[in-house]
């Protein structure tokens, strides 16, 4: 659609700015730039205007494949490795350990490079123009508590961003970005608050709407809990324990036993950490856990699943159980299909099940929020509007828990997935002036 539209109003183009906004996500990205004022998204994914963050090396094809296709190539059980919620490494020390991938010696800031030089191709080859320059969205909080660790984080987002090809980039909060795209939901005078709960990390931003004048930004805040966090928590609570998480493992001598160790289980629960379990030294300790477990066969799935690198399948069916445990209406039934482990073994994640494995980190966000409000000196009940973007506002838990913190605001559901780039797109225009 893009490359139609700007092959249609080609003396657009002399109107595009060359910085490109992108809104590199833990779970989804995307790109936008400003056209007469208005964000115009790229056309990232055949017809998609957002392309999953996830990256495949393909062992046989030996070549990179990314997004959608990535997420089908593993599916398929091509050969190959996986990769997905890569922006939760930034700012730890995994972003620097580097490994062999199709014959060269990679770390993390040249994967999180080449997928994003790749998200600059594919916005060159659907505007026909090259963008030197990004405007980049960044959470408010990568990791919650820690400057040190934000700092790294965005030094070495900013190198990602070399590595992709960019000459210059500069970074938006993404709860700011999305107050930018949606302050024509407040009437002038009103206070609304950006409520981002995405994969990662959950953003806020405080603004009051100025009319003509724009929009006025109070204070932003955030922490690092986001959909991945609560897929971690419903695999931990759900899948693990049919895994072995929590079951007894007999001592080489005598008659004692011990739980078997966490470490394993949280890795495999934790979607950036699932590629760092495939190697040689996991696989023996799985193998030594089985053959000294007092229940063997639950063990032997911890073993196959390291083994087939069933991992990020496990993943994305606790992801899909979530999505459907939330949508009680929906077709999909509220369960964890694990027909990769065992043909039929279906785990019932009813709605009510969910909500309570969830409401701690629900709560969570509502504080962080109500915190973003305090912050600015203002009350909980000033607040006119709550708008809500990122995938994972969608979830029930998220609305109760923000509803209960703002009960005199109303809520309106803005769109879930490009909320931010809209933003960003509009900001890109200006964004080195
Ligand atoms: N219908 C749905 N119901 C519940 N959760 C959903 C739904 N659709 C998507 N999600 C969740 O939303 C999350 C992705 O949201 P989004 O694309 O906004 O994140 P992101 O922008 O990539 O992450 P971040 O901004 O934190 O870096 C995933 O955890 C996904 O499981
Ligand atoms: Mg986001």
């Known amino acids: 659609m893009a490359s139609a539209f700007f092959g249609l109003y080609g003396c657009v183009m002399a109107a595009l700015s060359s910085t490109l906004g992108v809104d590199f996500g833990t779970s989804n990205s995307a790109a936008g730039v400003a056209v007469d004022g208005k964000p115009h998204l790229i056309d990232i994914e055949q017809g998609e205007q957002t392309l999953p963050t996830a990256v495949f090396f393909d062992f046989d ?3 990179i494949v990314y997004g959608r296709p990535a997420q089908a190539a593993l599916i398929g059980g091509d050969e190959g490795r996986y990769m997905r ?10 972003m620097r350990e580097s490994r062999m991938l199709l014959g060269k010696r990679m770390d993390f800031i040249a994967i999180v490079g080449r997928f994003l030089g790749e998200v600059k191709a594919r916005a060159e080859a659907a505007t026909g123009q090259q963008f030197d320059r990004a405007l980049s969205g960044r959470p408010v909080m990568f990791h919650s508590s820690d400057p040190a660790r934000n700092a790294q984080a965005l030094t070495d987002l900013t190198e990602c961003y070399y590595a992709a090809g960019f000459n210059d980039v500069r970074f938006m909060p993404e709860p700011e970005a999305a107050a930018l795209a949606n302050r024509a939901y407040l009437a002038p005078g009103d206070l609304g608050l950006i409520v981002d709960i995405g994969g990662g990390t959950s953003d806020f931003t405080l603004f009051r709407q100025q009319g003509e004048a724009g929009i006025d930004i109070l204070g932003s805040n955030g922490l690092r809990l986001g959909g991945t966090d609560f897929d971690r928590q419903l695999s931990l609570s759900h ?3 049919y895994l072995g998480m929590g079951s007894d493992i007999k001592h080489e001598f005598g008659g004692n036993t011990h739980v078997a160790p966490q470490s ?8 950036q950490k699932i590629p760092f379990l495939y190697t040689r030294e996991t696989r023996r300790a799985a193998q030594d856990l089985a053959r000294h477990a007092v229940q063997p066969e639950v063990l032997a799935r911890l073993v196959t699943v390291l083994e087939d690198e069933l991992g990020h399948d ?3 069916a606790v992801e899909a159980g979530k999505i459907a445990a939330n949508n009680p209406n929906g ?3 509220p369960e964890i299909k694990l027909d990769m ?3 039929g073994l279906h785990l019932p994640l009813p709605a009510a099940m969910m909500a309570a494995t969830l409401a701690e980190m629900a709560g969570k966000i509502g504080v962080v929020a109500q915190d973003t409000v305090d912050q600015a000196g203002m009350k ?3 607040i006119n509007k709550l708008i809500f973007v990122g995938g994972s506002s969608l979830m029930g838990v998220v609305d109760v828990a923000l509803r209960r913190a703002f009960p005199k605001a109303e809520v309106h559901q803005a769109a879930a997935l490009t909320g931010v780039v809209d933003g960003l797109a509009l900001a890109a225009a200006t964004a080195f002036d």
Do not use: I
Not at 264 to 271: G, N, R
């Open 264 to 271: 394993m289980f949280a890795d495999l629960a934790t979607w």
């Open 85 to 94: 919620a890569l922006k939760s490494l930034l700012g730890t020390s995994l």
């Open 61 to 63: 094809e030996k070549q």
């Open 239 to 241: 899948v693990m324990p």
């Open 331 to 333: 077709t999909a039934l």
């Open 314 to 316: 496990l993943a994305f």
């Open 380 to 382: 909980t009940e000033d």
């Open 341 to 343: 482990l065992e043909r």
